[in-house]
């Protein structure tokens, strides 16, 4: 099983902006939608954004609504996570995943995915 793989992630100030990145391979990228979550110590794993394979249908979890962006390259096998204006909040372990099946749609909870990265460090100092 090939696994994703994230990037990008780092210290920042509140207000900053990162970019994630993941890849994986083209048949890994090709099973479904792509998945973003975050993880921060002691709470669980949460749904951040996600896009469709095609890439015209996303969806984002209300708290980063208007500052963060999703988008895939399927001809680089990537999907990114643009986030701008980051709180300390936003501090967490960022992950991506494939939801297998889905392929229209964006599903929200993580049971749906699978091929989970190692994750990626994001935190935002106050």
């Known amino acids: 099983q090939v696994q994703a793989v994230e990037s990008g992630g780092g210290l920042v100030q509140a207000g900053d902006s990162l970019r994630l990145s993941c890849t994986a391979s083209?048949?890994?990228?090709?099973?479904?939608?792509v998945g973003w979550f975050r993880q921060a110590p002691g709470k669980e794993r949460d749904f951040v954004a996600g896009?469709?394979?095609?890439?015209?249908?996303?969806a984002y979890a209300d708290s980063v609504k208007g500052r963060f962006t999703i988008s895939r390259d399927n001809a680089k096998n990537t999907v990114s996570l643009q986030m701008n204006s980051l709180k300390p909040e936003d501090t967490a372990v960022y992950y991506c995943?494939?939801?297998?099946?889905?392929?229209?749609?964006?599903?929200?909870?993580?049971?749906?995915?699978?091929?989970w990265g190692q994750g990626t460090q994001v935190t935002v100092s106050s």
């Open positions: 896009i469709s394979w095609s890439g015209d249908d996303t």
């Open positions: 083209e048949r890994t990228f090709g099973l479904g939608a």
């Open positions: 995943a494939v939801a297998t099946y889905y392929r229209s749609t964006v599903p929200t909870s993580r049971n749906n995915y699978g091929y």
